[in-house]
């Protein structure tokens, strides 16, 4: 049921800057990739370039690994949750994460940030079983999950760093050494250092320079989003009303206190992992971000540690010492399921993450060849727009230089109301408007060359066709 729900609508949205940026990424030889990336290391890419060579520009395909990797997280975290809490905690943290919106829609991003939680749960349920036993073949996991993690996105470097600082404090606390740990992270460091140049590198790139430093609000809106009270996916964020965002915060505060101090089986052991797992390494990022640089962005990164997040709200609602907490907790597990179904339907049935393909779609039918697009008002996002664009269209530097029938100019809807493009006085005695088109956020205005407007009323039937987009068909 998770893999078809983590499927459905899977390549019908549009790929968003982001999500064509992995893909370009991924459009070069494996020994290229790695010093193409801006700002994450290669693992999630290499997968992307395997699926690419077999399958082309598919954006069903494209994101298809995405979707693998969070339904995979779903049955390792029964199988922790099973060996440390028991069954009832199992099924319900499965339900949850399984039913989880946050999850299901980064799922079905053409990112790493599903595998990052798939690896940051791994290590974490390795970690555990480690101390419980300190066999050889747990400590063999951790250093297999972490490395992974730590060559996917340069965040799981607090996970990692998270797991370390408890162990020192386990060890402190109990007065043991066991050496076989210290040996186990000792290998994850030497196997990290060939990264370290190119972790400097990245961090000298201008790629976070739309971040500012972050504020304890930040901290709000990482709880809002791993409640999925909030969706920031792609270009656009969904939102629930107000009152369903307090009273959802709330009931998720309230679940998640008395989930870290019910008494229960495995308490201590789901509460280490909640710590390390999540609380831990977003205060890490935090405090980097504050001093050194902004790096934190509260409803995206922190995704990859929500496995962890989820423990104490499930071990609320796994709640089983009598009948009358056992209710208590069934009533809120349905809350949860009742809600997030209700935000589950309008992420299918109402959000874009952006309205680039089907705008290249409503160009490409409207275009002749030769005629002009000026992208400016897209700043970087214009590359998600040319990902499908055919190539028949002339992207303009000055629309005023070019020689164009028509021209187009793709923005970004302001608000609710649609608004007008600016022309200014030197545009508008050159251009008039013929057309526009909205969608996804994206409006595009076509404009007729008033050279040409009185030989030609009308655009006539297109002259090109898009190539390679999918979608439903888009009426002017």
Known sequence: MAFLIRLKGLGSQSLWLDEVMTVQDAMHPFVQIHRQILASPPIFHYVVRLFYLFFGKDDFWLRFPAAVFGTLTIPIFYMG?????????????????????????????LRMYSLGALEVLAAIFYFERALESN????????????????????????????????????????RSRRPIGWLAFLMIGLFYLPWIPWLHAQAQRPVFSHLFRPSFSDFRDTFSALLSLNLSVGDCTLLTVPWVRVAYSTLGLVGMTAGLWVPGRGRDVLNRMFLLGCVLPLLMAFV?????????????????????????????????????????????????IIGWSMTLGLYYGQFAKG???????????????????????????????????PGEIVPLTDPLSGRSKHLFIPYFNL???????????????????ADKYRWGGISVLLLNSKAVASNQGSLGPARTRARGVRGPAIGR
């Open 81 to 109: 949750l099973k060996h440390f809490a028991g069954l009832r905690t199992a099924v319900w943290g499965a339900l949850l994460l399984a039913l989880s919106p946050i999850h299901i829609a980064y799922s079905q991003e």
């Open 135 to 174: 066999a050889a073949r747990h400590w063999a996991g951790v250093v297999a999950a972490n490395l992974l993690g730590l060559y996917t996105h340069n965040w799981i470097l607090f996970f990692t760093l998270s797991q370390v600082i408890g162990y020192a404090l386990i060890g402190i606390q109990k």
């Open 288 to 336: 980097t971000s504050l001093f050194i640089k902004p790096i934190y962005m509260p409803s995206r990164y922190p995704v990859m540690a929500l496995p962890c997040f989820l423990i104490p709200l499930v071990r609320c609602v796994a709640m089983n010492d009598n009948r009358i907490l056992r209710r208590l907790g069934c009533a809120m597990g349905l809350m949860w």
């Open 355 to 389: 309205g680039w393909k089907f705008a290249a779609h409503w160009i490409a039918i409207h275009a002749y060849a030769g005629d002009g697009i000026w992208p400016a008002p897209l700043g970087f996002s214009d590359i998600a727009l040319r990902y499908y664009l």
């Open 415 to 433: 608000g609710d109301s649609e608004s007008s493009m600016p022309l200014g006085p030197r545009m508008s005695r050159k251009w008039s408007i």
